[in-house]
C-alpha cells in the first residue's frame, strides 16, 4: 500500500485546479452541452408526433443527459470490459443509445412516449451527434486525440498504482520503437505525394531532417504475407503467393484465412520473430512471436477483456459508435466516386460493387481501432509495436494506385502518424516511429477487360480434354467467406491467380512437374500461353533447370543463356534473381505466369478483377518504402527483400537495448561494428 504524504496530495491538487485544466474541461463541457441542445433539438423537431418544447425545457433534457451519461458511461464501460471481443463492439453501439433511452424515459416534459419511438430517436440523437462532432473538429482527429490520451494517463495511473492521482504522468524516457505499416504504399507514390504537400506529418520528418525515406526491393512475391514472413519472421521464402495450392495434402492456402494463417506460422517461426522479446502485433498475418497479438490473423482472435484501447474505444461516443456513422458516409462517398469515374469513363476501372462497398469503412474502422490499441500499447511501455493499417491498399485496388480516392486514403494515413506523434508525450517510453510498406501497387486493365475472357478460360483451351478450375474471388476478398474451392475431386488443372501472377497445378501428379512431363501431358499449353499477348512471362522447370519463355525468346534463369529476344527485360535488372528465387520455393506452381507489362506506362494486365494488383512483377508493385530517424546507421546501403528489412530492424532494436545481441554461429567472424554496438548497449 502507497503511504501518500501531504507535500504529495497539495500538488495533486495543484494539478487537478490548475488554470489551464480548469479552462479546458470549461471547454469541454460548453462544447458538450452545446452539440447535446443542437441535436436534442434536431431529433424533437424530426419526430412525428413528439410534443414541442421550448428552449428550457431542452436545456433540461440536456442537463438530464449529461447526468445519466455521467452516472450510466462508467458502469457501461465495466460491463464491455468485461465482455471484451465482439460483445465488446456490441455493447458499445447500445450503450450510446442506452443513454439517451433512459435520458427520455426520466424526461418530466415526457417529450417522446412510447419505447419504439424513443429508441428511434436515440438513434437519430447518436447519429446526429457522431456528425456534429465531426463537423466542430473541422474534420480532424482532436477529439480521438483527446480520448485517447485520457486512455493512456488512465493506462499509466493503474500500472503506477496511483489512481487517485491527478498528476498527468511524466513523458517515458527508456527507448521503444513504433514501427507502421502502411499496406501498399510504392516509396515513388510516398516520395510524390510528400512533394505534392499533401502529407504534412512525414513531408515535415523529411523535410527537418529527423527521418530519412529509401526504398526496398520486395522481389516475388509482391503480397502482405510474403513481406510480412520476411520483415516479422526473416522467413520470406516460405510464401510463394498470397494463395497457393499444396499438393501433398490437397489445400487451398489462403493466407488471410485465419486457420490458414495459424497453420502456416509455425514453419516461418524460429521463437525469434521480430517482436519476440515482449513486442505486441497489430492487426497482422503473422504475428512475429510477439508477446501480444491484437486482431492478428494467425491468432485470430478479438481483443479480450486485458484489453482497455478496445473497449475504451467501443464505449466512447468519439470511438466506435462515431466511425460507424462516418462509415455510413464512406460508402455513400465510394458510391459517388464510382459514378465519377462511370461518368468520365475513366479507364481502367473495374467494379466498385458487391463487397468492396463493406470493405472501405471496414477499413477505415480497423484504423481507427488500430491507433487507439496502439495506444494504450504505448502507455503500457512495451518495447517495440508493430501495426499495419490497410487503408490506401484496399481503395488503390478498386480505384487506382494514383486516383485522388487512393491519394485521400493516404493523407487520411498521414493524419494517423501525425495523431501517433500527438499521443508520445503519454506513452511510458520514448517510441522512435519507423513508417514501411509490404508492397506497392501496379495498375493496368484487367485480363479480362483486355482479352475478352479471363486466365483459366485460356488455359481451358490448351488443355480441352480436362476441367479447369480457379477461385473466382480476388485474392484479398477470399478471407470474407468460407470458400468452397477446392471441393474435392480437385479439378486437374488449377489456376491461382495473385494480381498479375498466376500459379499452375497439375494435381493429378504428387510432385510438380517439369516441361517435358508438362509436354507430354498437355501439349499445346505451354506454347500457347507463351504466344498470349496478356501474358508476358511462363517460367517452367527445364533440363538446365528453370526457364522463363515469351512470345520471342527465353532466358535461363541460373546461367543467363538467353535464346531469342529476352522476356526478361519489360521486368528489370532484378527480374531473374527474383524468379530463381520463387522457383526455389515449395508449394510454388508447375508453371508460374506473370502478366504482360506495357514498357511506356509500365501497366499490367491482373488475372483478377482489381484495377490496381500486386503479387508479380511489372510496374511499382515490388517497390515499398522505409522511414526511419535519419542518424540510425544503416547495415548495407540497399535492402532487397523483406527479409534484409527484418535484419535490419533486428539491428535497431539491438542498438535500442531493446534486444539481446544475437549469438554467432561457429566460425562466424567478429565485425568491428558489433563489438562497438555491444560496448554501447552496455554503456
Not at 280 to 299: K, P
Not at 593 to 616: C, K, M, Q, R
Request: charged letters at 20%; aromatic letters at 6%; one cysteine or more.
Amino acid at each position: 500500500m502507497t503511504v501518500r504524504t501531504g507535500p504529495t496530495w497539495r500538488g495533486d491538487l495543484r494539478a487537478l485546479f490548475g488554470r489551464r485544466r480548469i479552462l479546458g474541461r470549461m471547454r469541454a463541457v460548453l462544447r458538450s452541452a452545446l452539440v447535446t441542445f443542437v441535436v436534442l433539438t434536431l431529433t424533437l423537431w424530426l419526430m412525428p408526433g413528439v410534443a414541442s418544447a421550448d428552449v428550457l425545457d431542452t436545456l433540461n433534457l440536456v442537463i438530464l443527459v449529461a447526468v445519466v451519461g455521467a452516472v450510466l458511461r462508467p458502469l457501461l464501460l465495466v460491463g464491455i470490459t468485461a465482455l471484451g471481443g465482439w460483445g465488446a463492439m456490441l455493447f458499445g453501439v447500445v450503450a450510446q443509445v442506452a443513454i439517451i433511452v433512459v435520458a427520455f424515459e426520466l424526461d418530466p416534459g415526457d417529450h417522446v412516449s412510447g419505447l419504439p419511438s424513443v429508441v428511434v430517436a436515440a438513434i437519430l440523437a447518436v447519429v446526429f451527434a457522431a456528425i456534429l462532432d465531426w463537423m466542430a473538429d473541422s474534420g480532424s482527429d482532436d477529439t480521438f486525440v483527446k480520448e485517447a490520451r485520457r486512455l493512456m494517463r488512465g493506462v499509466r495511473r493503474r500500472q503506477s498504482g496511483g489512481l487517485l492521482t491527478f498528476r498527468r504522468p511524466r513523458p517515458g524516457t527508456e527507448p521503444g520503437m513504433l514501427i507502421v505499416q502502411l499496406d501498399g504504399v510504392a516509396e515513388p507514390v510516398l516520395r510524390w505525394a510528400v512533394r505534392a504537400g499533401n502529407l504534412p506529418t512525414i513531408g515535415h520528418w523529411l523535410r527537418s531532417g529527423s527521418h530519412t525515406m529509401r526504398g526496398w526491393h520486395t522481389g516475388v512475391p509482391s503480397t502482405t504475407p510474403a513481406s510480412q514472413a520476411g520483415i516479422l519472421h526473416g522467413a520470406s521464402g516460405r510464401i510463394p503467393a498470397f494463395r497457393w495450392y499444396e499438393k501433398d495434402t490437397g489445400r487451398l492456402m489462403v493466407t488471410n484465412r485465419a486457420k490458414d494463417a495459424a497453420a502456416i506460422e509455425p514453419d516461418l517461426s524460429d521463437g525469434r520473430g521480430l517482436l519476440a522479446d515482449g513486442g505486441v502485433s497489430i492487426g497482422n498475418i503473422f504475428s512475429g512471436d510477439a508477446a501480444l497479438c491484437l486482431l492478428t490473423m494467425s491468432h485470430a482472435v478479438v481483443p479480450g477483456r486485458s484489453a482497455r484501447g478496445w473497449a475504451a474505444f467501443m464505449a466512447s461516443p468519439y470511438g466506435f459508435t462515431r466511425a460507424l456513422v462516418l462509415g455510413v458516409g464512406e460508402v455513400i462517398a465510394e458510391l459517388h466516386q464510382a459514378r465519377l469515374q462511370r461518368r468520365r469513363n475513366l479507364v481502367p476501372r473495374v467494379s466498385r460493387s458487391g463487397a468492396y462497398l463493406a470493405l472501405r469503412p471496414a477499413s477505415m474502422l480497423l484504423r481507427d481501432v488500430n491507433v487507439s490499441l496502439v495506444a494504450e500499447q504505448m502507455a503500457r511501455g512495451v518495447p517495440v509495436i508493430y501495426c499495419d493499417l490497410v487503408d490506401y491498399d484496399e481503395v488503390a485496388h478498386h480505384a487506382g494506385p494514383a486516383r485522388p480516392e487512393s491519394m485521400r486514403q493516404l493523407e487520411s494515413l498521414d493524419r494517423m502518424l501525425g495523431v501517433l506523434e500527438r499521443l508520445a508525450p503519454e506513452a511510458a517510453r520514448h517510441y522512435h516511429l519507423v513508417v514501411l510498406s509490404d508492397h506497392g501497387q501496379s495498375q493496368g486493365a484487367t485480363f479480362r477487360q483486355r482479352w475478352g475472357e479471363t486466365l483459366d478460360e485460356v488455359v481451358d483451351r490448351f488443355t480441352a480434354s480436362d476441367d479447369v478450375a480457379a477461385p473466382t474471388a480476388p485474392a484479398e476478398e477470399e478471407a470474407t467467406a468460407e470458400p468452397e474451392f477446392p471441393v474435392p475431386p480437385v479439378a486437374p488443372v488449377l489456376v491461382v491467380s495473385s494480381g498479375n501472377l498466376a500459379l499452375i497445378y497439375l494435381t493429378r501428379w504428387r510432385h510438380r512437374l517439369g516441361r517435358a512431363e508438362i509436354n507430354k501431358a498437355y501439349p499445346r499449353l505451354i506454347s500457347g500461353l507463351a504466344a498470349h499477348p496478356g501474358v508476358g512471362l511462363v517460367v517452367v522447370q527445364d533440363e538446365d533447370g528453370p526457364v522463363a519463355l515469351g512470345t520471342a525468346g527465353s532466358h535461363r534463369l541460373r546461367d543467363g543463356f538467353v535464346e531469342g529476344t529476352d522476356p526478361l527485360l519489360p521486368y528489370g535488372p532484378r527480374t531473374a534473381a527474383d524468379l530463381l528465387r520463387h522457383q526455389e520455393m515449395a508449394h510454388v506452381g508447375d508453371l508460374v505466369l506473370v502478366s504482360t507489362v506495357d514498357p511506356n506506362t509500365h501497366e499490367v494486365a491482373a488475372f483478377e478483377e482489381l484495377v490496381g494488383s500486386h503479387g508479380g512483377l511489372g510496374g511499382w508493385q515490388t517497390e515499398a518504402m522505409l522511414v526511419h530517424p535519419s542518424d540510425w546507421p544503416l547495415a548495407s546501403d540497399e535492402l532487397d527483400g523483406s527479409d534484409a528489412v527484418h535484419r535490419q530492424l533486428v539491428e535497431w532494436l539491438v542498438m535500442l537495448g531493446l534486444r539481446k545481441q544475437p549469438a554467432l554461429e561457429a566460425g562466424e567472424p567478429v565485425l568491428l561494428r558489433d563489438l562497438q554496438r555491444a560496448d554501447s548497449v552496455e554503456a
